[in-house]
């Protein structure tokens, strides 16, 4: 098999830690409001991967049309924003040598995330990662989420290559699915959830960390 082109990456879970952040601000919200933690947890882990849209729909069928979505979404995301910007965002293990590697390889690499415009900005900057990412495509700029492939087809066009020329490094059941139904080679790195039995037959490899991928695309890309 040819060598890829370039690698596009997933952020939230992948490269930086921010699912397991996310979920622990959303239940603090939720104690002040009186929501069970372990029901709201099952129906997080339901929404790993997808875009805000998604999300809500899931939250509406679990909690009930009169659910104030927005308004839980809103205080959650401040204080995940209030985090970051009080340093707390944690860099996934390998991101950073991973990132720098394929740089200093020459190797193109992409985002691709379901995460809003701003707040990927603010994240990807907190990290110091804008250096290597001249192509993001987010969730609000695609019509659907993943785990449709809108937002790695958009990055594939940005990119100006074929599907089958790129690897893409997932975290999520959703986002691998989004990759593969993209038609371009994946690999994951499970953060939250363990890989489903059709994650494992659609992924080319399945790795305990971003160290692991650096090594398998050593001769890859």
């Excluded at 701003?118 to 001249?134: D, H, L, N, Q, V």
């Amino acid at each position: 098999m040819e060598k890829a082109k370039a690698v596009i990456f997933d952020m939230d879970g992948t490269l930086l830690n921010t699912e397991h952040m996310l979920i622990e601000c959303w239940c603090e919200t939720a104690e002040i409001y009186g929501l069970d933690r372990e029901e709201l947890v099952r129906t997080l882990h339901a929404c790993i991967g997808l875009k805000a849209q998604d999300t809500q729909e899931i939250f509406r069928n679990v909690y009930g049309e009169d659910f104030d979505y927005e308004l839980f979404y809103g205080e959650s995301g401040n204080r995940l924003m209030q985090k970051v910007e009080d340093g707390y965002l944690e860099i996934k293990p390998g991101a950073c040598e991973i990132l720098e590697d394929l740089s200093s390889r020459g190797v193109v690499t992409a985002l691709g995330t379901s995460t809003r415009s701003s707040k990927t900005a603010a994240r990807i900057k907190a990290a110091k990662m804008e250096k290597y990412f001249p192509i993001v495509v987010c969730g609000d700029m695609v019509q659907r989420g993943k785990p449709e492939p809108d937002v790695f087809l958009a990055v594939i066009e940005k990119l100006g290559l074929e599907p089958g020329e790129v690897f893409i490094v997932e975290d999520s059941n959703a986002g691998t699915e989004a990759a593969w139904r993209a038609g371009a080679r994946v690999l994951m790195v499970p953060d939250i959830l363990p890989p489903s039995e059709d994650t494992k037959q659609r992924c080319e490899a399945i790795f305990e960390d971003l160290f692991g991928v650096m090594e398998y695309l050593r001769d890859k890309v």
